[in-house]
């Protein structure tokens, strides 16, 4: 699926409707550029489960965990990671095993060694568009291509 959108709001507006489809358990790889939008999404799909932190990048934790939800939100950023084996060393398999939502931003670092299946979301800058046009794609992974 694709989506456009306008603002900050509409982004995270769109992570808030998405969540609304998750079950616990599920993966999202978020992909684009620096300022693309993954972490407004990923701001989105947190309150759709009811968390009330506040949600703030985690560049330099790796993982933020929110607990205040229904279920436990996990948001790594894995920028600074180099491989599936550094998400290993910090305890992904515990992660996983707690069976909330996990989002990951920067995910093509790690996904060809991810678990199958995932939500696979791109966000674009169309900056053709406007300043604040993002092009935001939806594909659910089933099994490796
Ligand atoms: P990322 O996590 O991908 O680096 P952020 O979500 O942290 O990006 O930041 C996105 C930035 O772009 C914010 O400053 C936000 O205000 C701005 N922005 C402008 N238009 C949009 C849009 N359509 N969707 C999301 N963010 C937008
Ligand atoms: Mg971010």
Redesign the pocket.
Known sequence: MQYI????????NLGVEFASKLKEGTLIA?D????????????GVASGFGVTETVT?PTFTIVNEYRSGRIPVFHF?VYRLSSMDDLYDIGWDDYVAQNGIILM?WASIVKDDLDYPYYEIN?TKRLDLG????EISIEYRGEKL
């Open positions: 959108t306008k603002s900050y709001d509409e982004t995270h978020l684009g550029d620096l300022g693309a939008g993954k972490t407004a999404f990923t701001t990048s950023d931003e966000i300043d604040d046009v993002r």
